[in-house]
Nanobody, 128 residues
Framework: QVQLVESGGGLVQAGGSLRLSCAAS????????MGWFRQPPGEEREFVAT????????YYADSVKGRFTISRDNAKNTVYLQMNSLKPEDTAVYYC?????????????????????WGQGTHVTVSS
């Protein structure tokens, strides 16, 4: 089971950018599907983006499509979330997650239950 640590959160003005990183230890992420979720204040955790094992497939929530980009560097054991054109509604705690699944169907990658390990989260605040 990999251990995940997020970094890169902070306070940014609307329209700005941030890049979140998720560093894994106690194992390699090569065989994991990796995802980002977020939890806005007072709301449920929601799917943001997922990237498959080799990075050939990526999936995004409609709310972030065209603004956020998920990527991975398996050699560095790190997953990234580049966030551009940030909006106040992007304010949330952002979590990195890993899944040991060897296959997926439909959009089950968008469910928190699909993932086995989670980071502690990093706060992102977007001011208007």
């Amino acid at each position: 089971q990999v251990q995940l640590v997020e970094s890169g959160g902070g306070l940014v003005q609307a329209g700005g950018s941030l890049r979140l990183s998720c560093a894994a230890s106690e194992g390699t992420i090569r065989t994991y599907i990796m995802g980002w979720f977020r939890q806005p204040p007072g709301e449920e955790r929601e799917f943001v983006a997922t990237i498959t094992w080799g990075g050939s497939n990526t999936y995004y929530a409609d709310s972030v499509k065209g603004r956020f980009t998920i990527s991975r560097d398996n050699a560095k054991n790190t997953v990234y979330l580049q966030m551009n054109s940030l909006k106040p509604e992007d304010t949330a705690v952002y979590y990195c997650a890993s899944s040991r699944r060897t296959a997926y169907s439909g959009t089950d990658y968008s469910l928190p239950s699909f993932y086995d390990s989670w980071g502690q989260g990093t706060h992102v605040t977007v001011s208007s």
